[in-house]
């Protein structure tokens, strides 16, 4: 077992986790509308890039110029480990990134002045070690939508094996040309907010984000990671699978030692797209859970992508500390077939249990456990 | 005791499949032809092979060869076998591509070209030929580093139920293709020893 000993979000909703979670909680969103790289209406949740570097150059005084993804990894990072009071430039403390595209905006500027190296994500991470001066190579995991739950798998097991005494996690993904044209070609973008599980849900929004977790080993007090599995439905690379198989797969691993009447809530991954949001529907019933109540907070942040995994995890992870269940924001009308409780209003819960799921291309699925102890 | 039971080496210009050279004749000049010119060798039938991009194409290919010399049953749904992919260049050959086609005056984005810009899509695509239903997962490094690989192999162990990890390095960037595949049992007293050194061995053959 691991366990959280700080941590950060840098989003349109703040640059702390502390602010984030109270701009949930007043159920505010960073999802505004804007247009794709053609002009057509689309809703983004956009980091304002002024204030990114402002926050950046105050927090981590740069000797070079940096990349917005760079700053807003680095901020949050940065913030995170300070929080947590560990040395990071420890040769006991790893480092793992969490991306998908990482500098991917760099391909649409072939004369930019960043260097050939800069694209590639595994320079992304050697930057962010190479902040802190930590000596050991960094980890890049790239596992699409559940990159930032792969992460923290790969932080558990660093951990579980003594590998290190401390793992720093950070995500981070933005709303470049490149990812909303994509997203775009496959029709998959709500041009309003999204609306997840709901019955009127069109797709996603593009969500700009960093976040960081820093983990320790556990010690029974507190929040823990607990177990973490991903399983793939080997279906289909694009589009989920109609039985919800491998989120079923690695539900069923995740909660092996514990029951679903001991489970607080489940954090979805709710994208808000017909398909995934149905998927998971299916998966959720066949382990047991249609009752377990669920949100998705993709109309909050949008889907931030690589750093989805850990910012939600975060805010979910200060919903079981405060013991409540969040609502679903965006669901008004039940709008997946079959039993699945959608939470509707903030509950309380005096259950010390709750699971993040994440499911992405590829046919990636995954889950993950954690545990509010007494 | 971990042993690599069957491995795969992929390159611009040779394809050895478990120590041995595979003589297969190139009509293709160096380059992604040469891949469909090894599909065709092999006589693998398996149409969804056209739609991938170069990256996938390689990975798969590989991973035909080592589960073909394993005899793997390809039909029966298997949640015992985990596929851990790794590499260099993530999936910038096909993000270069996809990249092209949203330039101002010239924007025909293709969600077919699209899925291809995130590397795990070549374990999704192994996945789905073998029913494979463990774990995927790929990580980025800057260069080949076989410590690493035995240590996330390792981590794919811990999960419930995996015996079987085919773990890979699967580059491919600007028309040079880089490939090693290989499958680790958990429990096996054939094979080559999952060790750095056999790795690495392997790996510069």
């Known amino acids: 077992m691991i366990k959280p000993l700080a941590y950060n979000i840098v989003s349109p909703l703040g640059f702390t986790a502390t602010d984030n979670y109270a701009a949930v909680r007043r159920g505010e969103s960073g999802v505004v509308p804007c247009q794709d790289p053609v002009g057509i209406p689309i809703a983004v949740s956009r980091l304002d890039r002024s204030k990114l570097l402002k926050a950046f150059e105050k927090k981590c005084k740069p000797s070079q110029k940096h990349t917005a993804p760079e700053q807003a990894m680095l901020l949050s990072a940065s913030l995170a480990v300070q929080e947590a009071g560990i040395d990071a430039s420890s040769a006991r403390t790893g480092f793992v990134l969490s991306s998908t595209k990482g500098n991917i905006e760099l391909l649409g500027i072939p004369e930019n002045d960043f260097g050939r190296e800069r694209i590639h994500l595994w320079h992304n991470a050697a930057l962010l070690s190479g902040f802190f001066n930590n000596p050991n190579i960094p980890l890049t995991v790239t596992n699409a939508c559940i990159s930032g739950a792969a992460a923290q798998i790969a932080a558990f097991n660093m951990l579980e094996k003594g590998l290190y005494d401390h793992v720093v996690v950070t995500g981070v993904d933005m709303a470049s040309d490149f990812i909303v044209a994509g997203f775009q070609s496959f029709k998959s973008l709500d041009p309003e907010r999204c609306r997840p599980f709901d019955a009127r849900r069109k797709g996603l929004n593009i969500g700009e984000a960093a976040a960081t977790l820093v983990f320790g080993k556990a010690d029974g007090k507190g929040i823990s990671l607990i177990q973490g599995n991903v399983r793939n439905d080997a279906n289909h690379i694009s589009g989920p699978s109609r039985t919800g198989e491998g989120l079923y797969r690695a539900l069923c691993h995740t909660l092996q030692d514990v029951p679903p009447r001991d489970i607080g809530f489940i954090s979805a991954h709710g994208t808000a797209t017909p398909f995934n949001d149905q998927m998971e529907a299916i998966a959720f019933a066949r382990a047991g859970l249609d009752h377990t109540p669920v949100f998705s907070l993709k109309a909050h942040f949008g889907h931030t992508m690589g750093a989805a995994g850990i910012l939600e995890s975060i805010i979910s992870i200060m919903a079981l500390e405060e013991g409540v269940v969040l609502p679903s924001m965006g669901y008004k009308e039940h709008g997946v077939e079959g039993e699945l409780n959608v939470s509707t209003v903030t509950a309380h819960t005096d259950k010390r249990f709750m699971v993040k799921t994440l499911s992405g291309f590829g046919g990636c699925n995954a889950a993950l456990l954690y545990q509010k102890h007494s | ?205």
């Open chain 2, 1 to 205: 005791m971990k042993k690599i039971t069957a491995y795969c080496r992929l390159t611009d210009d040779l394809v050895i499949l478990n120590g041995k050279p595979c003589e297969i004749s190139f009509p293709s000049e160096p380059g992604p032809g040469r891949l469909t010119d090894i599909y065709r060798h092999l006589e693998v039938g398996y149409p969804k092979f056209f739609k991938m991009d170069n990256l996938s194409k390689a990975g798969f290919l590989a991973s035909e060869m080592v589960l073909r010399s394993l005899q793997y049953d390809m039909e029966t749904p298997d949640e015992s076998t985990s596929i851990v992919f790794c590499n260099r260049s993530s999936s910038l050959d096909t993000d270069k591509r996809f990249q092209e086609t949203i330039s101002r005056d010239n924007y025909f984005p293709s969600p077919a070209v699209f899925v291809y810009t995130l590397p795990n899509i070549v374990t999704g695509e192994v996945a789905i030929r073998n029913k494979i239903m463990g774990e995927t997962s790929f990580f980025i490094l800057e260069s080949f580093d076989a410590e690493k690989m035995i240590i996330f192999t390792d981590w794919a162990f811990s999960s419930a139920g995996i015996c079987r990890v085919l773990c890979g390095w699967t580059e491919y960037l600007d028309g040079h293709c880089n490939v090693l595949v290989m499958m680790v049992e958990k429990e096996s007293d054939k094979g080559v020893d999952f060790n750095k050194q056999k790795i690495n061995n392997i790996y510069r053959t």
